[in-house]
């Protein structure tokens, strides 16, 4: 099918000069960071996408995004990660048995470093959507990074919440699907698998469930995540040519179902905890990461829209446990009429989310 956007386009950002730079993590993974240069800048802003997604949700050309927010608003030096979740690499189709501790012990911490390399002492400030907020917290909270001087958590942080039916799809989903279907991931492109296969049978019966549209990869992320139709946005809030087969499962490909399995464990113990407290290899992330939540210094801005029907009242739940322990640090922003994802992809946030966001690091900025 003829796409309409082209994939990993870089057309949604003008008047930046933009570098590639690959690195690898000490488990032997090759990721990189993008950087977007319009101006040397005291002040570093590292954007982290979600499971599925990649950095192409902060680059959209078909309205205004937050790369371009930045740079027009006073960030000259943007970077954006792609870590092992980004659907822009294989890892999510293999059969790695990956976890969110992996993603903290390895991934954000090399990620960290690069990024250092490059910039030096300069303050840097972090974004962060969906797992990638979970994952980059827990490195933080974890101990196994180091000198953030903010941070803006969407959608979910240390404390994952879902809606009654995806704690059922969490619980039961991956050993159905790897052993009863031997699928070892989802994928919104199901539907366009070859007539009477496994992925495209299941597809076909998922959009059955969801009649509120004719997208079949839409219907698919709403039963990859959370309880809704849709589940990951409102509708309303993508710009049509978002809202289109091909450009939905780009923006959110495929996910390894070994990630339900760490995120169903979280959500039975009310926050975020290590997956396998006995493997040897990430000792040093602490089994409970909210052990020394109190004494880490980075403000965090909780940011969730008030029809998050994937990560529910979250990052409510999150900013008030967090502000027990360190009262008046951090700040919470519940959104009207937006869900999980279209805080940061809708075709209006460059209105109604993104200035809250600049008011927050400006806020923290020297």
Same mark, same amino acid.
């Given at each position: 099918?003829?796409?309409?956007?082209?994939?990993?386009?870089?057309?949604?950002?003008?008047?930046?000069?933009?570098?590639?730079?690959?690195?690898?993590?000490?488990?032997?993974?090759?990721?990189?960071?993008?950087?977007?240069?319009?101006?040397?800048?005291?002040?570093?802003?590292?954007?982290?996408?979600?499971?599925?997604?990649?950095?192409?949700?902060?680059?959209?050309?078909?309205?205004?995004?937050?790369?371009?927010?930045?740079?027009?608003?006073?960030?000259?030096?943007?970077?954006?990660?792609?870590?092992? $979740?980004?659907?822009?690499?294989?890892?999510? $189709?293999?059969?790695?048995?990956?976890?969110?501790?992996?993603?903290?012990?390895?991934?954000?911490?090399?990620? $960290?470093?690069?990024?250092?390399?490059?910039?030096?002492?300069?303050?840097?400030?972090?974004?962060?959507? &969906?797992?990638?907020?979970?994952?980059?917290? $827990?490195?933080?909270?974890?101990?196994?990074?180091?000198?953030?001087?903010?941070?803006?958590?969407?959608?979910?942080?240390?404390?994952?919440?879902?809606?009654?039916?995806?704690?059922?799809?969490?619980?039961?989903?991956?050993?159905?699907?790897?052993?009863?279907?031997?699928?070892?991931?989802?994928?919104?492109?199901?539907?366009?698998?070859?007539?009477?296969?496994?992925?495209?049978?299941?597809?076909?019966?998922?959009?059955?469930?969801?009649?509120? &549209?004719?997208?079949?990869? &839409?219907?698919?992320?709403?039963?990859?995540?959370?309880?809704?139709?849709?589940?990951?946005?409102?509708?309303?809030?993508?710009?049509?040519?978002?809202?289109?087969?091909?450009?939905?499962?780009?923006?959110?490909?495929?996910?390894?179902?070994?990630?339900?399995?760490?995120?169903?464990?979280?959500?039975?113990?009310?926050?975020?905890?290590?997956?396998?407290?006995?493997?040897?290899?990430?000792?040093?992330?602490?089994?409970?990461?909210?052990?020394?939540?109190?004494?880490?210094?980075?403000?965090?801005?909780?940011?969730?829209?008030?029809?998050?029907?994937?990560?529910?009242?979250?990052?409510?739940?999150?900013?008030?446990?967090?502000?027990?322990?360190?009262?008046?640090?951090?700040?919470?922003?519940?959104?009207?009429?937006?869900?999980?994802?279209?805080?940061?992809?809708?075709?209006?946030?460059?209105?109604?989310?993104?200035?809250?966001?600049?008011?927050?690091?400006?806020?923290?900025?020297?």
């Amino acid at each position: 099918m003829e796409h309409r956007i082209p994939r990993y386009t870089l057309e949604g950002v003008t008047g930046a000069e933009v570098s590639v730079h690959p690195f690898s993590t000490e488990d032997e993974l090759g990721l990189t960071l993008t950087r977007f240069l319009a101006e040397e800048s005291d002040d570093v802003v590292l954007l982290v996408h979600g499971l599925t997604s990649s950095s192409d949700m902060f680059i959209m050309p078909e309205h205004r995004n937050l790369v371009s927010f930045l740079l027009d608003n006073g960030f000259g030096d943007v970077w954006t990660l792609d870590f092992r $979740m980004s659907n822009r690499f294989p890892y999510n $189709m293999e059969t790695r048995r990956q976890t969110l501790d992996d993603i903290a012990a390895y991934d954000h911490p090399a990620a $960290m470093r690069e990024l250092r390399r490059h910039v030096g002492a300069r303050r840097i400030h972090v974004i962060a959507h &969906c797992l990638g907020s979970v994952s980059f917290q $827990m490195s933080l909270f974890g101990g196994a990074v180091e000198g953030v001087t903010s941070m803006v958590a969407n959608s979910v942080g240390l404390t994952p919440r879902v809606p009654a039916w995806a704690r059922v799809k969490l619980a039961l989903g991956p050993l159905l699907l790897e052993y009863a279907l031997g699928l070892s991931y989802l994928d919104p492109r199901f539907h366009d698998a070859p007539p009477l296969t496994r992925r495209r049978l299941l597809a076909r019966a998922i959009s059955f469930f969801h009649p509120e &549209c004719r997208e079949p990869a &839409c219907h698919m992320q709403s039963f990859m995540w959370g309880s809704g139709r849709p589940a990951m946005y409102r509708h309303g809030n993508l710009a049509p040519r978002t809202h289109v087969h091909e450009r939905l499962a780009d923006l959110n490909g495929a996910s390894d179902v070994n990630y339900y399995r760490h995120i169903n464990k979280m959500v039975r113990a009310g926050h975020a905890v290590k997956c396998d407290p006995g493997n040897p290899a990430l000792a040093a992330l602490p089994d409970d990461y909210l052990e020394r939540a109190g004494a880490v210094e980075t403000p965090v801005l909780f940011m969730t829209g008030d029809h998050n029907d994937v990560f529910t009242d979250s990052n409510v739940v999150c900013h008030r446990v967090l502000s027990k322990r360190a009262p008046g640090r951090h700040e919470l922003q519940v959104l009207p009429g937006y869900g999980h994802i279209d805080p940061l992809i809708g075709k209006n946030a460059h209105v109604d989310v993104f200035p809250r966001i600049l008011d927050f690091l400006k806020r923290n900025a020297g």
